[in-house]
Structures are given as structure tokens and as C-alpha cells.
């Protein structure tokens, strides 16, 4: 069967079809113009002004550095455990019972 128009291209982030037009590709996944978008403060991004997370999250390098330098590290700033917390949890077999969340360290780190 012979396909005449359309693609079979889906953005990552609506999930509709990308037209030639209006794609844009970034670390191998493919966007729409619009929707690529810093996901602190929603501003368009471009291909040479973004930086991401491992699991696909979208900054803008102006949202990225100030949620590093919040915490002064790529964890706490960006709401997961750090590398400490994580290793222990797993020492303790992940039955930890006083469990450390990023915002419990929050309100220790200022106490």
C-alpha cells in the first residue's frame, strides 16, 4: 500500500503527526515547533538554547542553571534524591522506612 500524504512522525510531547514543516529534532526525538517549550517557564525554545534531563525534560538555559545552583547539584534541584540518599536506600534494600524525599532535605538543610 502506497502511502500519498501525511507522516507517520509523532511529536514527543502532544503525540499528533509532524509535518516536514514544522519539525524539529532534538537528542534523536522529534518535536513540534510549538511544543518545544522549557517546562519551568514555558518559553520556546530553540536548538542551540535548551538543555535537558535524562528522562526528557525540556530548560531553557536560564531555568536549568537557576534549578542547579537552588541546590548546587543536578538531584535536589531538579525534586529527585540525591546520589547519597539513593545509594542508602539501596544498601537498606529499599525498605527504608524513614524514606528521604527532596523536600524532607529541604526543610533539614534550613533547620
Known sequence: MVKKFGSTEKCIVCTKTVYPLEKLTADEKIYHKSCFKCTECN???????????DNGTLFCKVCFKKLFFSKGNYSEGFGQLKPQHEFEKKKNGGENKEEITPSEVEVAASS
Open 43 to 53: 518559553s520556546i525554545l530553540s536548538l542551540g538554547k535548551y538543555a535537558s534531563k
